[in-house]
């Protein structure tokens, strides 16, 4: 059974940092296709970024130049820097594994002007 542990969010005001986590458990080829999504409250889950083997990363646009997607594979792990943050970027933080289509439990990041 796949499991992925998300970790990292929290409260921070404008301008901060953050540096979100997700550990996949169970099966390591699934963490060779991921993605973070994120909800607002009141609106649809996005898709934020996403990395796969020898596949460059993407961002969505309101995103790009501030949030940097990576992997540690000899850990399982996934992370998303998130820098220059905004009131905008609150919502709660979702990793998923595109592999096995499995989604993590998701983390609350919230950002005051």
């Known amino acids: 059974q796949v499991q992925l542990v998300e970790f990292g969010g929290g409260s921070v005001q404008a301008g901060g940092s953050l540096r979100l986590s997700c550990t996949v458990y169970?099966?390591?080829?699934?963490?060779?296709?991921m993605s973070w999504y994120r909800q607002a409250p009141g609106k649809e889950r996005e898709a934020v970024s996403r990395?796969?083997?020898?596949?460059?990363?993407t961002y969505a646009d309101s995103v790009k130049g501030r949030f940097t997607i990576s992997q540690d594979k000899h850990e399982n792990t996934l992370y998303l820097q998130m820098n220059s943050l905004k009131p905008e970027d609150t919502g709660m933080y979702y990793c998923?594994?595109?592999?096995?289509?499995?989604w993590g439990q998701g983390t609350q990041v919230t950002v005051s002007s």
């Open positions: 990395i796969a083997t020898n596949v460059a990363p």
């Open positions: 169970g099966h390591s080829s699934c963490s060779y296709d």
């Open positions: 998923r594994t595109e592999s096995c289509r499995v």
